[in-house]
């Protein structure tokens, strides 16, 4: 079965980065995109994302263009999303999400999700 | 401002029907038949119950449905439970420029 673990609650000061890690197992890696999707306490859902696990290629929300890399490692099964400069307003649950299909498919089978706080 | 329009709230008995509407525009909900529906349970991941407009992915209930028209699309929910209480989104492929939009949500409460 699809799993997707993603890495443990993170604490953060304002300016600083973050590195999220999502290791998926139970289907080919390569073969699905992975989503990137926020949600702020209290609040919906946010893309922020995708990348291509077989190409590395990006597509980046325009929100979040110039401060977020994906990346991924296809040795080991696992995609990254990174986020600089955070600011307390970053404070959020992030989740990766994997695509429904091969082609254009929406966020389907999601991990359980990272709390990263900011604050100084 | 969510790029997709949910009502923020709807109710309903057990036993009854309800439907949870998303308006986009032409450059997503009216183009793409790639609108996905997710339930969220308090502090838990979101689940997806439909999938490209109308799919139910194996071992979602009957009870759900998804439907569109135009700019809008459409979650049915027939013979609510108790446990069907949560937030519901609604997700749109909106082409090369956006990728992917969320709804802001909507509560579903069970009388």
């Known amino acids: 079965q699809v799993q997707l673990v993603q890495s443990g609650t993170e604490v953060k000061k304002p300016g600083a980065s973050v590195k999220v890690s999502c290791e998926a197992s139970?289907?080919?890696?390569?073969?699905?995109?992975m989503h990137w999707v926020r949600q702020a306490p209290g609040q919906g859902l946010e893309w922020m994302g995708r990348?291509?696990?077989?190409?590395?290629?990006?597509n980046y929300a325009q929100g979040f263009q110039g401060r977020v890399t994906m990346t991924r490692d296809t040795s080991i099964s696992t995609a990254y999303m990174e986020l600089d400069r955070l600011t307390s307003d970053d404070t959020a649950v992030y989740y990766c999400?994997?695509?429904?299909?091969?082609?254009?498919?929406?966020?389907?089978?999601w991990g359980q999700g990272t709390l990263v706080t900011v604050s100084s | 401002q969510s790029a997709l329009t949910q009502p923020a709230s709807v109710s309903g008995s057990p036993g009854q029907s309800i439907t949870i509407s998303c308006t986009g525009t032409?450059?997503?909900?009216?183009?793409?038949?790639?609108v996905s529906w997710y339930q969220q349970h308090p502090d838990k991941a979101p689940k997806v119950m439909i999938y490209?407009?109308?799919k139910r992915p194996s071992g979602v209930s009957n009870r759900f449905s998804g439907s569109k028209s135009g700019n809008t699309a459409s979650l049915t929910i027939s013979g609510l439970q108790a446990e069907d209480e949560a937030n519901y989104y609604c997700?749109?492929?909106?082409?090369?420029?956006?990728?992917?939009?969320f709804g802001g949500g909507t509560r579903l409460t069970v009388l």
């Open positions: 999400a994997r695509s429904s299909r091969g082609g254009p498919g929406a966020p389907h089978y």
């Open positions: 139970g289907y080919t890696f390569i073969d699905y995109y």
């Open positions: 990348i291509s696990p077989n190409s590395g290629v990006t």
């Open positions: 032409s450059n997503d909900v009216g183009t793409y038949n790639l």
């Open positions: 490209d407009v109308i």
């Open positions: 997700c749109s492929y909106a082409g090369s420029s956006a990728f992917w939009v």
